[in-house]
Nanobody, 124 residues
Framework: QAQLVESGGGLVQAGDSLRLSCAAS????????MAWFRQPPGKEREFVAA????????YYADSVKGRFTYSRDNAKNMVYLQMNNLSPEDTAVYYC?????????????????WGQGTQVTVSS
């Protein structure tokens, strides 16, 4: 069965950078849209970035546009989220998600497969 494992989170200071990784296994990775969501403390899970299985455009939440960069390596079954100029508002558990033949939806209910999450904490 499908498995997604995030890594790369940690405790950093405002202005620092992190790169999150998501390792996928158990499915045909190249036919799945992949996405990043995050859940701040006490809030609902929210969209961060995504791209469809066929390639093309990458979509970003307005709150991270220009600071975060999504990338994907089909040969390695990996997706990444490069996060630059982090602020305390970026503090959240970050999740990767997969959707077979998806086109990169911003809606969390569109993604049937999820990782366990990785904690990102940004201090002032």
């Amino acid at each position: 069965q499908a498995q997604l494992v995030e890594s790369g989170g940690g405790l950093v200071q405002a202005g620092d950078s992190l790169r999150l990784s998501c390792a996928a296994s158990g499915f045909t990775f190249s036919t799945y849209a992949m996405a990043w969501f995050r859940q701040p403390p006490g809030k609902e899970r929210e969209f961060v970035a995504a791209a469809g299985w066929i390639g093309g455009n990458t979509y970003y939440a307005d709150s991270v546009k220009g600071r975060f960069t999504y990338s994907r390596d089909n040969a390695k079954n990996m997706v990444y989220l490069q996060m630059n100029n982090l602020s305390p508002e970026d503090t959240a558990v970050y999740y990767c998600a997969a959707d077979d033949y998806g086109l990169g939806s911003t809606l969390r209910e569109k993604y049937p497969y999820w990782g366990q999450g990785t904690q990102v904490t940004v201090s002032s």
